[in-house]
């Protein structure tokens, strides 16, 4: 956001403040300065008039002028401008001059013709670019009286200042935001409108124009005509300040609508009437409707004239050939705008988007009142009577607060009456309920981001400063910081480095998965799809860890690892789209790499093996046979238990799929980390007594379930009995289809030593339990 000083005076009195000043409290206030030029123009540069311009006779492109700057002669002057002719009057240089670019102005011969100053354009000034001939002076600048210094002129002698908003600011994108918060801040009020005196009127606008809005819109409009006699002719200190926020507008309308914008903050659109109107005589009708994108149309005779904020089309776009022009202006709830014109690529959009997607002014009459000012001092321009407009009944947002709460909030203690002065300065509207001692704040519609009280201590910050509230020392009393978040965390780190103490290697895998390769699996496919994948082979969420676990060891394998464990953590989706964290698991080829511990080929991996590297990992867990997984090898396959509950599942991949991928004997197991039991462990009494094991080699059917013993035993709830597990499988040609299955027991009291009558007692019951089963000892 670009502003002057002079131009920022039209609207609050700064002129007893300096420019520093002005830049430090801007600073202050959040609106951070990002550079200022200063322009001043040179001593001996003057007010001068050209009484004669002819061509000189040596040259083609040269003019001899005769130029009065208040002295008793006039001065001869070569100038070779384009655009100089008699009448005109310009900044003149006088001999003696020193120009910003260093350059000396001296008596001199031009093609033969004495040459005693230098008429200027006004780069050759160091001001900003307005043509590419000289500059030609009017009043706007002030009253133009011959010989008087161009310093002397304020207009000429600025300083611009550029302003770094951030989005929120939308309310600052005009002279008058900037201004309305400095009043804030210097405690300055603002300039009071001077009243211009109508005119004579050409026609009411209600004669050509009548607008409807037949739904309720998050905005409103206003619409005004004019009609253009002759050329209109932009005043200098209008073409200066264009210069400066780069105005690239060709027609003058335009450009007067851009200078209105950045005074106001208001919107506006300029139609070419006799474009949309069936005549001149004829009368148009304005329809504002509700486009599918959100935003507010603006139809004639079902043509589209543009989206409010958003884009004009070519429809109506006014040219150097139009005469009757409607002005509309405009204000469209930013977050409307925003949404329709970023929610689709496709949508046009011009330069307005950019102040109306953060809050443009919605006060149109200030935009229209500066607008026609600008008019009314041009002759070309008859102005039509009236206005015809769409407001929109919108209640403001209002905040409630107590004062106390908000000086608590800041930090320092604030006056009431501070607060309040503050908040009236910003445009807010306030109540006070002295009872209750509670305030309550309209929020104006050009501060969409005011939403809660914290936004209201935000401003009294701002205009105080921060710098004047006093440090205080910091508070800090801690609460413990273990919540589920950070037990979930802790929990998966001690896992992760449990599985990398026995051996696992951690994966990190991208979240989307081949849809083709996942199908080969047997799982379905998750409903939500991703509109632009990075390639085709990853253009699907994955529900499984396992196929990128795969995709891994494949490659481990093909660069010569004979032994290949991974593990990772991650988030997989279900068909449904349901999001979970998982933690899968793979051993693949031999136990470990071949060393000179364990030999030149150590034993392949097998389903114990693994199983038992997992419990190391995660606790003790129960396995249970199971069929479900379609991937996995149905003789070697299992769901996992923990205190009860299915956590996941564990088993061989099928050979099927181990050929298809060129992979060795491989398992794998993929556990639900939310289904994960983790309990605090408990130190419990142990025994002081020893202990006394026993093994029973029971013979079974070979297909007979160990899980059917396990229950059988338990159910006896013997005390003694610590612990029994499985040891030996034999089977020989004299057993037949059943095998010897040797069972270690553990016998243990808490006080006392355990005697053999005892523990052969405690055999005993158990032999008698298991043949009721049909298992007998061999």
């Known amino acids: 956001m670009i502003i002057s000083k002079n131009w920022l005076n039209e609207r609050i009195d700064v002129s007893n403040i300096s420019v520093d000043e002005i830049c430090q409290k801007l600073n202050s206030i959040g609106l951070e300065v990002d550079s200022l030029t200063k322009f001043n ?32 002669e006039a001065l001869q002057i070569v100038c070779g401008a384009p655009n100089v002719a008699a009448g005109q009057f310009v900044a003149c240089a006088l001999i003696g001059a020193v120009m910003p670019s260093g350059l000396e102005i001296k008596a001199a011969k031009l093609r033969g013709v004495a040459s005693s100053g230098m008429l200027c354009s006004a780069t050759e000034l160091g001001l900003l670019k307005l043509n590419d001939g000289i500059m030609v002076l009017d009043e706007s600048i002030g009253k133009l009286v011959l010989g008087k210094e161009l310093s002397e002129y304020e207009v000429l002698n600025d300083e611009l200042i550029e302003v770094e908003l951030t989005p929120n600011r939308g309310d600052c994108l005009s002279i008058n935001g900037i201004a309305r918060d400095l009043s804030a801040a210097f405690d300055i009020p603002l300039k009071e409108r001077v009243q211009r005196e109508e005119e004579e009127k050409l026609l009411g606008i209600g004669r050509i124009l009548s607008v409807h809005c037949d739904e309720k819109i998050d905005g409103s409009f206003l619409f005004r005509a004019i009609e253009l006699k002759d050329e209109v002719e932009i005043c200098l200190r209008t073409s200066l300040r264009l210069a400066s926020i780069e105005c690239n507008s060709s027609h003058p309308i335009q450009k007067a609508l851009d200078y209105a914008t950045h005074t106001t903050g208001v919107i506006f659109r300029a139609y070419d009437f006799e474009k949309i109107a069936k005549s001149k005589d004829d009368k148009i009708n304005i329809d504002i409707k509700i486009e599918k994108n959100g935003s507010y149309g603006i139809y004639c005779d079902e043509k589209c004239l543009g989206q409010a904020g958003i884009y004009q089309t070519d429809v109506a776009k006014i040219d150097e050939n139009s005469k009757v022009i409607l002005i509309e202006a405009s204000y469209s709830n930013p977050v409307v ?21 953060r809050g443009s002014e919605p006060k149109l009459s200030l935009g229209m009142d500066v607008l026609f000012d600008l008019f009314s001092i041009n002759k070309s321009i008859t102005p039509y009577a009236g206005a015809s407009q769409v407001l929109f009944d919108k209640e403001q947002n209002i905040i409630s607060f107590n ?53 209201i201590c935000e401003e009294i910050v701002r205009i105080i400063g921060i710098d004047n509230i006093p440090s205080k020392p910091l508070k800090f009393s801690e609460k413990n910081r273990i919540n589920d978040t950070f037990s979930s965390y802790q929990h998966s780190k001690n896992i992760r480095y449990k599985a990398a103490s026995v051996g696992f290697f951690e994966c990190v895998h991208y979240i989307f998965d081949s849809a083709e390769e996942l199908l080969s699996l047997g799982f379905k496919p998750c409903k939500a799809e991703i509109v632009n994948p990075i390639n085709n ?21 093909k660069n010569s690892k004979k032994s290949v464990k991974l593990f990772e953590l991650g988030d997989v989706f279900s068909e449904n789209g349901e999001q979970s964290s998982k933690f899968g698991f793979l051993a693949s080829g031999l136990k470990s790499e071949p060393t000179l511990l364990n030999g030149a080929k150590p034993l392949d991996i097998d389903f114990f093996e693994f199983a038992n590297l997992i419990q190391n990992i995660i606790g003790k867990i129960e396995l249970k046979k199971s069929d479900k997984v379609p991937f996995l090898s149905e003789f070697e396959q299992a769901e996992i238990y923990q205190n009860g509950e299915c956590i996941g599942y564990i088993g061989r991949v099928d050979l099927n799929v181990e050929l298809r991928r060129d992979l060795p004997r491989t398992y794998v197991c993929e556990l639900d980390f939310a289904s994960m039991k983790f309990e605090d462990k408990i130190a419990k009494v142990y025994s002081k007594f020893p202990s006394v094991s026993r093994d029973l080699s029971l013979v079974i059917q070979k297909d007979f379930a160990y899980l059917n013993i396990k229950n059988c035993i338990e159910e006896l709830k013997i005390g003694a009995l610590k612990e029994f597990l499985p040891v030996d499988i034999y089977a020989d040609e004299n057993l037949g289809d059943k095998v010897s299955l040797t069972i270690k027991f553990t016998f243990q009291d808490a006080n006392k030593t355990l005697e053999d009558e005892e523990v052969s007692s405690i055999i005993d019951n158990i032999t008698s339990t298991l043949e009721k089963l049909g298992i007998g000892l061999r």
Request: aromatic letters at 4%; charged letters at 25%; glycine letters at 4%.
């Open 403 to 455: 004062c106390a709460d908000l000086c608590n909030m800041i930090g320092t203690d604030v006056a009431p009456n501070e607060v309040v002065k503050i908040l009236k300065k910003l445009g807010f509207d306030i109540n006070i309920n002295s009872e209750q001692e509670q305030i309550y704040a309209k929020v104006p519609f050009y501060r969409h981001d005011i939403l809660n009280t914290h936004d």
């Open 337 to 357: 705008v925003a949404n329709a014109a970023h929610g689709d690529k496709s949508q046009p959009k011009d330069e307005a988007v950019y102040r109306s997607s």
């Open 537 to 557: 082979e990853l253009a699907a969420l994955k529900p499984t860890l396992i196929n990128h676990l795969l995709n891994s060891c494949e490659r481990n394998i």
């Open 41 to 72: 123009i040179p001593k001996n540069i003057v007010v001068g008039y050209v009484k004669s311009c002819v061509n000189h006779e040596n040259s083609d492109h040269l003019h001899v002028c005769e130029v009065d700057v208040g002295k008793d």
